[in-house]
């Protein structure tokens, strides 16, 4: 930048042409354009003479330019063909589609995968190897298009031990909808997967039959369930180094989930950072080991779930025009959270509260918890942030049940001066004192302690500990139970719940978890988060769970 | 921050990145996507730098591959483009320094693919200026790169980032591995040459300003 002064050179006259130039340096040069004929021309000049290289012919690669550099690729170990050779068979949308492609044609590659060798140690023994009548073409036809998925797969009971060790559950379908049954069966199968097939022992072969046969049967909802542990078991084999895979195939059928399993945490440690790995190797004892390995991964979980969320609230988050997520986007709805808050988390948002200062003793959160969700509450109302509050007020919702409380005049159990008088003095004594202290005052806590004490105890819990009965709840949940739930319930759901009355906490925490029940998919007022539960899971929830 | 979460950061604005955390990943579809998504953009560049399309298809290709081998060592910095373009950068400047050392011998009379400065027909050299008004546009497109071939390589990869991929002066500093200020003294110059080499073209759409000298010096 020149001196205060002097007239600005051609560095800045440039830059201030391509608006690089900020406060006094572009005024500067304004002031110089404004009163300087010869600086305007040399401006001009700079202009015009960029302007002209638009007329720079503009070069577009050959048609070949990305198949002849993908296939310039040296060969990897695995010697994948190049995506530019992926059969039709197992062209689909999603990465992780994708990627099953690839290990797809792994298995077409053979012998030189040690997938080939695969084919032969899934094959039942030679005394089985009989072929069996002629071969049905259609089917198999539609076999080929799943090929690729049953890679190191005998049977659907395999696939479902996969399914029950949680190795391979599915990822959040971000990139779109979930492939619909049979997504893989009507594509035309390459001549290469067919000689594949036919390449296989005739058990081999048999098997798979079968394994499809068997897959095709299943109900729809259940292929969509299994459909990504197949996937991802199939893109994990593919890239395990040969050894290990050939070690996978070897197991026998019943071991394999275990094998699986074993290797899947072998290599999660392998792939722990190093401070991680040297705090491992430095623990004392399994138990150690386990409650570390175990916090870890509840970390990991948590993250993962934290980015299934953000994936399915992507357009609110990075969309060009923010939205407000569900339920912020609906009337009234921020209002009801916010009473939500309130009224069952029992904290104030709006109220400060003083460094060191405690929180209410009725208030249902940690202090930190607190903080944490009146900094996203903030956000929310200032920035409009409003899915980091929503995440918040969930994950504060699952961590703090709560349970109805009864007709206003109704002392609710919040410490020992509240408890009924017949209860026996040894139920109390042996509370935790860290535990009673934590729960003291807060609804509904206090009393499923002493409840729990209670069972241990083997003394019935008194009814007067809290609302077990229609009537007995609070004027909000008694309409949402006669009118709304009860009505709507099924004969059996009914008589179950009839049978708890009387009994607390489990006729309250029955007529909850039938609400949230998908058929019924109910909030409760007063207790449970406005709005359907289904739609708080699916916009904020974790990995849904297995049913 | 963690650089775990600056890469997570990072992976979350910018497509490229999350598609080359894949490749990283090994992953072959995402590379051959990430070919596909960069080609013309690096093939165009790169025909600015050299001139030919034929060479600007290997030098493009080279990066693509230089990509892939150093996949592993690849970590979320800043716009993937930004770290497309060095590598780019690299090798564009060595390959103009290395023409530079060898003659300009052309491969045959009159090939379609050069427009270079080794092309055998030089539009530029001992040129009169023609008449501005009938300049035709292939003979204003010669001596255009005419012009961009008599900037210093520097110049040349300087003034295509920021023409042709609208590239800020602090994004080319980075992928110059130059000073900010580096860059805007290096364009400066650039362009003043620019317009000295073309400024018989400059004023073909219409008459200069009545206040134009009529001998415009260099600076």
Known sequence: MPEPGEPPGDDDLTAYLDGELEGAAARAVEAQLANDAAARRRAEGLKKAFDLLDYLPKAEPSADFATRTVTSLQPAPAARPTPAETPAVTRAESPRRRALALAGWAVAAGVALGVGAAARLLSPPAAGRAEVGPEDQANDYRLLGRLSLYVGVEDLDFVKALDATDLFEPEMAAEGPPAPPDADAGAAPSDKLNELFRGYPAARRQQLRKLDQDWHDLPAAEQARLRPVLENYAVWLDRLPDGERREVLASPAAARPGAVAQLVQKRWREGLPKSARDKLAGTVGADERLELVREWKAGERARRDEWHAARRQWPTLFGQDRQAPWPFSEPGMAARIDEYVRAVLKVDLATPLAPRADLPAAARLTRAEFVNLRAAHESATKDRNWFVYGVAVYRLAQQHPYLPEPQPGKPTVVGAATLPADLPPRVLRTLPKGVEGAARGKWPEFALEVARRCVAERVAVPEAFGPCRPADFCEPVREFATAVLLPRLTDAERDALKKLEGKWPDYPLKLVALARLPKYDLAVPTVTLPGAPSLWAKFYGSTPPKE | ?219
């Open chain 2, 1 to 219: 921050m963690a650089t775990g979460q600056t890469s997570a950061l990072m992976a979350l604005r910018d497509p490229d990145i999350r598609l080359m955390l894949r490749v990283r990943a090994d992953d072959r579809e995402a590379f051959a996507e990430l070919v596909g998504s960069y080609q013309h953009r690096l093939v165009g560049v790169m025909h600015h730098l050299v001139g030919r399309r034929d060479e600007a298809e290997d030098l493009a290709q080279e990066v693509f591959l230089r990509v892939y081998r150093n996949r592993h060592k690849y970590t979320p910095r800043a716009k993937f483009a930004t770290w497309l373009f060095t590598i780019a950068n690299n090798l564009a400047l060595n390959a103009i320094r290395d023409r530079k050392r060898r003659p300009a011998v052309p491969l045959e009379v009159g090939d379609p693919a050069a427009s270079g400065p080794w092309q055998a027909h030089d539009a530029g050299a001992n040129r009169d200026p023609p008449p501005p008004h009938k300049v035709q546009q292939d003979e204003l497109a010669a001596v255009v790169r005419q012009a961009l071939d008599e900037l210093n390589e520097r110049q040349r990869v300087a003034v295509v980032l920021n023409k042709f991929e609208d590239m800020g002066y602090a994004e080319i500093a980075e992928v110059m591995g130059l000073t900010t200020k580096a860059v805007k003294s290096l364009l400066s110059r650039a362009r003043s040459k620019l317009r000295l080499s073309l400024q018989a073209y400059i004023y073909m759409d219409g008459p200069p300003p009545d206040d134009a000298p009529p001998d415009d010096k260099p600076d």
